[in-house]
Protein backbone atom coordinates (compact mmCIF):
# COMPACT_ATOMS: atom_id res chain seq x y z
CA UNK A 1 0.00 0.00 0.00
CA UNK A 2 2.37 3.09 -1.29
CA UNK A 3 1.13 6.39 -0.18
CA UNK A 4 0.07 8.78 -2.76
CA UNK A 5 3.20 11.75 -3.25
CA UNK A 6 1.47 13.33 -6.36
CA UNK A 7 0.84 17.18 -6.05
CA UNK A 8 -2.12 18.23 -5.91
CA UNK A 9 -2.89 20.40 -9.51
CA UNK A 10 -5.30 23.63 -8.68
CA UNK A 11 -7.18 24.64 -12.16
CA UNK A 12 -7.51 28.04 -12.82
CA UNK A 13 -9.42 29.83 -9.98
CA UNK A 14 -10.96 33.46 -10.98
CA UNK A 15 -11.04 34.84 -7.47
CA UNK A 16 -13.35 38.40 -6.73
CA UNK A 17 -12.35 39.45 -3.31
CA UNK A 18 -15.22 41.23 -1.42
CA UNK A 19 -12.77 43.46 0.81
CA UNK A 20 -11.90 45.71 -2.24
CA UNK A 21 -12.50 49.28 -3.41
CA UNK A 22 -16.26 49.49 -5.27
CA UNK A 23 -14.31 50.76 -8.53
CA UNK A 24 -11.74 47.55 -8.60
CA UNK A 25 -14.77 45.30 -7.79
CA UNK A 26 -16.72 46.54 -10.51
CA UNK A 27 -13.78 46.33 -13.23
CA UNK A 28 -12.98 42.52 -11.67
CA UNK A 29 -16.49 41.80 -11.71
CA UNK A 30 -16.93 42.84 -15.61
CA UNK A 31 -13.72 41.44 -15.97
CA UNK A 32 -14.45 38.10 -14.48
CA UNK A 33 -18.06 38.38 -16.81
CA UNK A 34 -15.97 38.88 -19.67
CA UNK A 35 -13.58 36.02 -18.93
CA UNK A 36 -16.68 33.67 -18.87
CA UNK A 37 -17.61 34.98 -22.38
CA UNK A 38 -14.24 34.55 -23.47
CA UNK A 39 -13.70 37.75 -24.38
CA UNK A 40 -9.71 37.80 -23.09
CA UNK A 41 -8.88 41.58 -24.81
CA UNK A 42 -11.92 42.94 -22.80
CA UNK A 43 -10.85 41.10 -19.44
CA UNK A 44 -7.18 42.17 -19.50
CA UNK A 45 -7.94 46.04 -20.38
CA UNK A 46 -10.66 45.27 -16.99
CA UNK A 47 -8.10 43.68 -14.81
CA UNK A 48 -5.29 46.14 -15.74
CA UNK A 49 -7.50 49.50 -14.77
CA UNK A 50 -7.20 47.45 -11.09
CA UNK A 51 -3.68 46.19 -11.47
CA UNK A 52 -2.93 47.56 -7.92
CA UNK A 53 -5.68 44.79 -6.58
CA UNK A 54 -4.23 41.66 -5.48
CA UNK A 55 -7.16 39.75 -7.44
CA UNK A 56 -6.58 41.60 -10.25
CA UNK A 57 -2.52 41.06 -10.10
CA UNK A 58 -3.80 36.92 -9.65
CA UNK A 59 -5.89 36.97 -12.80
CA UNK A 60 -3.79 38.71 -14.75
CA UNK A 61 -1.18 35.95 -13.56
CA UNK A 62 -3.34 33.28 -14.88
CA UNK A 63 -3.97 34.76 -18.48
CA UNK A 64 -0.29 34.95 -18.88
CA UNK A 65 0.45 31.29 -17.41
CA UNK A 66 -1.69 29.89 -19.41
CA UNK A 67 -1.65 32.20 -22.54
CA UNK A 68 -5.27 33.14 -22.76
CA UNK A 69 -5.93 36.30 -24.52
CA UNK A 70 -2.41 37.11 -24.58
CA UNK A 71 0.55 35.44 -25.55
CA UNK A 72 1.85 32.73 -22.97
CA UNK A 73 5.06 34.65 -20.54
CA UNK A 74 5.98 33.05 -17.38
CA UNK A 75 7.89 35.96 -16.77
CA UNK A 76 4.91 38.46 -16.41
CA UNK A 77 3.09 35.32 -14.66
CA UNK A 78 5.59 35.36 -12.52
CA UNK A 79 5.71 39.29 -11.94
CA UNK A 80 1.70 39.70 -11.20
CA UNK A 81 1.44 36.33 -9.43
CA UNK A 82 4.23 37.71 -6.86
CA UNK A 83 2.13 41.03 -6.54
CA UNK A 84 -0.74 39.21 -5.84
CA UNK A 85 0.81 36.87 -3.48
CA UNK A 86 2.70 40.00 -0.79
CA UNK A 87 -0.67 41.00 -0.58
CA UNK A 88 -2.12 37.54 1.18
CA UNK A 89 -3.80 36.32 -2.28
CA UNK A 90 -3.64 32.17 -1.59
CA UNK A 91 -4.70 31.08 -5.09
CA UNK A 92 -1.59 33.63 -6.52
CA UNK A 93 0.78 31.90 -3.94
CA UNK A 94 -0.03 28.76 -4.43
CA UNK A 95 0.29 29.12 -8.59
CA UNK A 96 3.82 30.79 -7.66
CA UNK A 97 4.71 27.64 -5.90
CA UNK A 98 3.71 24.92 -8.62
CA UNK A 99 5.74 27.31 -10.52
CA UNK A 100 8.76 26.49 -8.55
CA UNK A 101 8.26 22.95 -7.85
CA UNK A 102 7.69 22.32 -11.40
CA UNK A 103 10.30 24.71 -12.80
CA UNK A 104 7.19 26.01 -14.96
CA UNK A 105 9.26 29.14 -16.71
CA UNK A 106 11.79 29.43 -13.63
CA UNK A 107 14.31 27.78 -12.20
CA UNK A 108 12.93 24.88 -10.35
CA UNK A 109 13.55 26.09 -6.31
CA UNK A 110 11.90 23.75 -3.96
CA UNK A 111 12.93 26.35 -0.83
CA UNK A 112 10.40 28.52 -2.11
CA UNK A 113 7.95 26.64 -3.09
CA UNK A 114 7.88 25.42 0.15
CA UNK A 115 7.81 28.40 1.14
CA UNK A 116 4.68 29.56 -0.94
CA UNK A 117 2.71 26.44 -0.12
CA UNK A 118 3.35 27.29 3.83
CA UNK A 119 2.21 31.35 2.88
CA UNK A 120 -1.29 29.30 1.10
CA UNK A 121 -1.83 26.57 3.38
CA UNK A 122 -1.64 28.76 6.52
CA UNK A 123 -4.82 30.13 5.00
CA UNK A 124 -6.34 26.90 4.62
CA UNK A 125 -6.12 26.23 0.85
CA UNK A 126 -6.35 22.46 0.98
CA UNK A 127 -4.70 21.56 -2.22
CA UNK A 128 -1.56 23.70 -0.74
CA UNK A 129 -1.68 21.75 2.69
CA UNK A 130 -1.32 18.78 1.02
CA UNK A 131 1.39 19.32 -1.17
CA UNK A 132 2.91 20.63 1.65
CA UNK A 133 2.17 17.44 3.06
CA UNK A 134 3.91 15.76 0.48
CA UNK A 135 6.80 18.35 0.30
CA UNK A 136 7.51 17.12 4.37
CA UNK A 137 6.68 13.30 3.88
CA UNK A 138 9.16 13.32 0.18
CA UNK A 139 12.29 15.94 2.06
CA UNK A 140 11.45 18.35 -1.08
CA UNK A 141 12.61 21.50 0.16
CA UNK A 142 13.29 20.39 3.57
CA UNK A 143 14.11 17.40 5.38
CA UNK A 144 11.70 13.98 5.44
CA UNK A 145 9.51 14.95 8.88
CA UNK A 146 6.58 12.45 8.90
CA UNK A 147 4.89 13.83 11.90
CA UNK A 148 4.69 17.15 9.89
CA UNK A 149 3.36 15.89 6.95
CA UNK A 150 0.61 13.95 8.78
CA UNK A 151 0.07 17.24 10.53
CA UNK A 152 -0.83 19.00 7.03
CA UNK A 153 -2.50 16.03 6.01
CA UNK A 154 -5.29 16.15 8.09
CA UNK A 155 -5.52 19.37 7.95
CA UNK A 156 -6.37 18.94 4.33
CA UNK A 157 -8.63 16.39 5.15
CA UNK A 158 -10.41 18.24 7.33
CA UNK A 159 -11.25 21.07 4.62
CA UNK A 160 -12.41 17.56 1.94
CA UNK A 161 -8.84 16.89 0.40
CA UNK A 162 -9.76 12.96 -0.80
CA UNK A 163 -6.36 12.56 -1.10
CA UNK A 164 -4.85 13.87 1.93
CA UNK A 165 -7.47 11.32 3.96
CA UNK A 166 -6.13 8.38 1.84
CA UNK A 167 -2.62 9.35 2.83
CA UNK A 168 -4.04 9.71 6.48
CA UNK A 169 -5.25 6.30 6.29
CA UNK A 170 -2.15 4.56 5.10
CA UNK A 171 0.00 6.69 7.81
CA UNK A 172 -2.31 5.30 10.68
CA UNK A 173 -2.47 1.66 9.00
CA UNK A 174 1.41 1.72 9.21
CA UNK A 175 2.00 3.93 12.28
CA UNK A 176 3.89 6.81 9.97
CA UNK A 177 4.33 9.54 11.88
CA UNK A 178 1.38 8.59 14.01
CA UNK A 179 0.74 5.75 16.40
CA UNK A 180 -0.54 3.30 14.15
CA UNK A 181 -4.65 2.59 14.43
CA UNK A 182 -5.68 0.12 12.42
CA UNK A 183 -9.22 0.50 13.34
CA UNK A 184 -8.91 4.43 12.25
CA UNK A 185 -7.00 3.62 9.12
CA UNK A 186 -9.62 1.38 7.94
CA UNK A 187 -13.21 3.92 9.02
CA UNK A 188 -10.71 6.67 6.69
CA UNK A 189 -10.70 3.73 3.73
CA UNK A 190 -14.35 3.19 4.31
CA UNK A 191 -15.26 6.98 4.19
CA UNK A 192 -13.50 7.27 0.88
CA UNK A 193 -14.22 3.84 -0.65
CA UNK A 194 -18.25 4.75 -0.32
CA UNK A 195 -17.72 7.86 -2.22
CA UNK A 196 -15.63 5.98 -4.89
CA UNK A 197 -12.27 6.44 -4.59
CA UNK A 198 -10.83 3.02 -6.12
CA UNK A 199 -7.43 2.94 -4.03
CA UNK A 200 -9.34 3.06 -0.55
CA UNK A 201 -11.75 0.54 -2.21
CA UNK A 202 -8.89 -1.91 -2.65
CA UNK A 203 -7.28 -1.22 0.42
CA UNK A 204 -10.19 -1.63 2.69
CA UNK A 205 -11.06 -5.04 0.67
CA UNK A 206 -7.06 -5.83 1.63
CA UNK A 207 -8.10 -5.03 5.14
CA UNK A 208 -10.92 -7.35 5.38
CA UNK A 209 -9.38 -9.92 3.59
CA UNK A 210 -6.47 -10.18 6.34
CA UNK A 211 -8.72 -9.49 8.79
CA UNK A 212 -6.08 -7.08 10.04
CA UNK A 213 -8.06 -5.15 12.79
CA UNK A 214 -10.26 -6.70 15.64
CA UNK A 215 -12.34 -7.42 13.07
CA UNK A 216 -11.65 -11.41 11.37
CA UNK A 217 -11.33 -11.77 8.34
CA UNK A 218 -14.38 -11.32 6.07
CA UNK A 219 -13.58 -12.56 2.14
CA UNK A 220 -17.26 -11.82 1.15
CA UNK A 221 -16.93 -7.70 1.99
CA UNK A 222 -13.37 -8.35 0.55
CA UNK A 223 -14.72 -9.47 -2.21
CA UNK A 224 -17.27 -6.70 -2.53
CA UNK A 225 -15.13 -3.80 -1.95
CA UNK A 226 -12.24 -5.14 -4.47
CA UNK A 227 -14.57 -5.90 -7.36
CA UNK A 228 -15.55 -1.86 -6.45
CA UNK A 229 -11.87 -0.98 -7.31
CA UNK A 230 -11.80 -3.14 -10.20
CA UNK A 231 -14.52 -1.33 -12.06
CA UNK A 232 -12.94 1.51 -11.75
CA UNK A 233 -9.92 0.13 -13.30
CA UNK A 234 -7.89 -0.51 -10.35
CA UNK A 235 -5.45 -3.61 -11.69
CA UNK A 236 -4.33 -4.86 -8.13
CA UNK A 237 -7.77 -4.78 -6.90
CA UNK A 238 -8.72 -6.83 -10.23
CA UNK A 239 -5.33 -9.04 -9.45
CA UNK A 240 -6.30 -10.00 -6.05
CA UNK A 241 -9.75 -10.71 -7.50
CA UNK A 242 -8.75 -13.12 -9.90
CA UNK A 243 -6.85 -15.13 -7.26
CA UNK A 244 -10.20 -15.14 -4.98
CA UNK A 245 -12.22 -16.71 -8.14
CA UNK A 246 -9.73 -19.00 -8.44
CA UNK A 247 -9.73 -20.24 -5.26
CA UNK A 248 -13.29 -19.51 -4.49
CA UNK A 249 -12.42 -17.56 -1.62
CA UNK A 250 -15.31 -15.30 -0.52
CA UNK A 251 -16.59 -15.23 -4.31
CA UNK A 252 -18.24 -18.68 -5.88
CA UNK A 253 -15.13 -20.66 -7.69
CA UNK A 254 -15.31 -19.43 -11.34
CA UNK A 255 -12.46 -19.78 -13.51
CA UNK A 256 -13.47 -17.88 -16.48
CA UNK A 257 -14.10 -15.12 -14.42
CA UNK A 258 -10.31 -15.30 -13.08
CA UNK A 259 -9.21 -15.45 -15.99
CA UNK A 260 -11.08 -12.07 -17.46
CA UNK A 261 -10.08 -10.13 -14.26
CA UNK A 262 -6.11 -11.77 -15.03
CA UNK A 263 -6.23 -10.20 -18.06
CA UNK A 264 -7.35 -7.11 -17.44
CA UNK A 265 -4.73 -6.41 -14.69
CA UNK A 266 -2.09 -8.09 -17.29
CA UNK A 267 -3.05 -5.53 -19.47
CA UNK A 268 -2.66 -2.65 -17.08
CA UNK A 269 0.90 -3.78 -16.59
CA UNK A 270 0.81 -5.61 -13.36
CA UNK A 271 3.29 -7.54 -13.56
CA UNK A 272 2.22 -10.36 -10.90
CA UNK A 273 -0.58 -10.06 -13.44
CA UNK A 274 1.30 -10.93 -16.50
CA UNK A 275 3.10 -13.77 -14.85
CA UNK A 276 -0.27 -15.23 -13.49
CA UNK A 277 -2.30 -14.73 -16.77
CA UNK A 278 0.96 -16.93 -18.38
CA UNK A 279 0.30 -19.82 -16.30
CA UNK A 280 -3.37 -20.07 -17.10
CA UNK A 281 -2.14 -20.02 -20.63
CA UNK A 282 -0.21 -22.62 -19.88
CA UNK A 283 -2.46 -24.64 -17.70
CA UNK A 284 -5.91 -24.43 -19.24
CA UNK A 285 -6.87 -22.76 -16.53
CA UNK A 286 -10.59 -20.66 -17.31
CA UNK A 287 -8.94 -20.69 -20.74
CA UNK A 288 -8.12 -23.41 -23.24
CA UNK A 289 -4.47 -23.92 -23.22
CA UNK A 290 -2.34 -21.50 -25.01
CA UNK A 291 1.52 -22.19 -24.99
CA UNK A 292 2.39 -18.99 -27.29
CA UNK A 293 0.03 -16.98 -25.02
CA UNK A 294 1.64 -18.54 -22.24
CA UNK A 295 5.17 -17.25 -23.57
CA UNK A 296 4.48 -13.96 -24.47
CA UNK A 297 2.98 -13.09 -21.26
CA UNK A 298 6.07 -14.58 -19.69
CA UNK A 299 8.28 -12.52 -21.98
CA UNK A 300 6.47 -9.55 -21.28
CA UNK A 301 6.73 -10.31 -17.34
CA UNK A 302 10.57 -11.31 -17.36
CA UNK A 303 10.97 -8.08 -19.37
CA UNK A 304 9.44 -6.36 -16.16
CA UNK A 305 12.36 -8.24 -13.99
CA UNK A 306 10.16 -10.90 -12.40
CA UNK A 307 11.90 -13.56 -11.53
CA UNK A 308 9.49 -16.45 -12.04
CA UNK A 309 8.67 -15.53 -15.33
CA UNK A 310 12.28 -15.78 -16.65
CA UNK A 311 12.83 -19.27 -15.06
CA UNK A 312 9.58 -20.33 -16.70
CA UNK A 313 10.57 -19.11 -20.06
CA UNK A 314 13.61 -21.31 -19.46
CA UNK A 315 11.41 -24.36 -18.59
CA UNK A 316 8.87 -24.13 -21.82
CA UNK A 317 11.91 -23.19 -24.50
CA UNK A 318 13.31 -26.68 -23.35
Known amino acids: MKLNKSLSLLSGLLLLSTNIALADNNNIQMALDAINKKDYATAKSLFEKADTNPTAQYNLGLMYENGEGVPQDFNKAQTYYKSAAKSGNA ?74 SYNLALMYLDGEGVTADKAKAKELFKELANKGYAEAQYNLGIMYLEGNTADKADPAKAATWLEKAAQGNYSEAQYNLALMYVDGNGVTKDENQAFTLMTKAANNNLVNAQYNLAMMYLNGVGTTKDKAEAKTW ?7 GDLKAKEELIKISL
Open 91 to 164: AAQYNLAMMYSQGEGISKDDAKALSYFTMAANQNMPEAQYNLGIFYLSGIGTSVNDTEAFNWFEKASKNGNEDA
Open 298 to 304: LEKASQA
